[in-house]
């Protein structure tokens, strides 16, 4: 059974808030989802302009029938900032502005990046969570992470399949990017499907995102194809809200490219 599946502007990167959720309203669809929802949107750090107060009244208004939610570090103050999780009290105001944004917006859920190892340990990154929490007046939802290329493959939190599972038993709420473990599984050559059924069917989890790559690198393809994960859709908890991730602007240049050939 195919889940419902909300829409992200991560699939219009590098455009304005306002014009990616038009295109988004306008309706889409990829070919292993259908059409993809609107009721709930995800705002996300690749559109292009700021996200500040005046600007989520204006989407929260021109479309009352969405529930608009903030991911990770959205561009909320005039200077882009990598904010996350481990990072949360050195990038306090930023946070300050992103939890005046998601009043503005009204949204009832948050979720952000775990952050890198050499802020903050794994215990530390919890609590920032919950103080985050307190700060937005929601859940904050953790999105764990993945090896990383080059030297430093362990630098990210939540990167391996141990931390995955102590993100589960922690009972923090987290979202759950699909495509960031099929890097973790590419990069390790081990798959725990039984941990992913575990933390899809938890009541923590509050998001699921759900992309393509080749296991090489996170980058947002449309799904064409059945992924190892797609079976264990099915253990998706009821309340979790998923989205899909895949970037519609370089799916629409390689159709037609290919089209042209």
Same mark, same amino acid.
């Given at each position: 059974?195919?889940? /419902?599946?909300?829409?992200? %502007?991560? @699939? !219009? ?5 306002? $014009?990616? &959720? ?12 259908? #059409?993809?929802? &609107? ?6 750090? /690749?559109?292009?302009?700021? +996200? ?10 021109? !479309? =009352? ?20 999780? @481990? ?20 949204? &009832? ?19 920032? *969570?919950?103080? @985050? ?5 929601? =859940?904050? *939802? ?5 090896? *990383? $290329?080059? /030297? ?22 987290? $979202?759950?990017?699909?495509?960031? +473990? ?17 933390? +899809?069917?938890? =009541? #923590? @989890? %509050? ?11 996170? &980058?947002? /393809? ?6 190892? !994960? !797609? ?28 089209? #042209?050939?």
């Amino acid at each position: 059974m195919k889940p /419902q599946v909300r829409t992200s %502007l991560a @699939c !219009w990167p590098g455009m304005t808030h306002l $014009a990616a &959720t038009q295109a988004a309203m306008r309706g889409v669809t990829e070919p292993l989802l259908g #059409s993809l929802l &609107t009721d709930h949107v995800q705002l996300v750090p /690749q559109s292009c302009d700021v +996200l500040d107060e005046g600007l989520a009244e204006v989407l929260a208004n021109t !479309w =009352p029938s969405t529930a608009f939610r903030l991911h990770a570090n959205v561009r909320v103050l005039p200077r882009r900032r990598l904010a996350d999780l @481990c990072t949360f009290e050195r990038d306090r105001d930023w946070f300050e502005a992103a939890a005046r944004v998601h009043r503005a917006l009204g949204a &009832t859920v948050y979720s952000a990046h775990a952050g890198q190892r050499r802020d903050a340990t794994l215990s530390e990154m919890l609590d920032n *969570a919950c103080r @985050c929490a307190e700060l937005f007046g929601c =859940p904050v *939802a953790i999105e764990g992470q993945y090896p *990383a $290329a080059g /030297q430093e493959p362990h630098k990210l939190l939540v990167s391996t399949w141990a931390e995955y599972r102590a993100l589960l038993d922690s009972g923090v709420p987290y $979202a759950l990017d699909l495509s960031h +473990l099929n890097i973790l599984a590419h990069r390790t050559g081990q798959r725990d499907e039984t941990l992913v059924a575990e933390m +899809l069917a938890s =009541p #923590s @989890c %509050l998001e699921v995102h759900i992309s393509d790559n080749d296991g090489r690198a996170d &980058t947002h /393809q449309v799904l064409l194809r059945d992924p190892w !994960w !797609w079976p264990l859709l099915r253990h998706i908890q009821p309340g979790a809200v998923v989205f899909s991730e895949g970037n519609h602007c370089r799916h629409i240049t390689e159709r037609i490219h290919h089209e #042209s050939h």
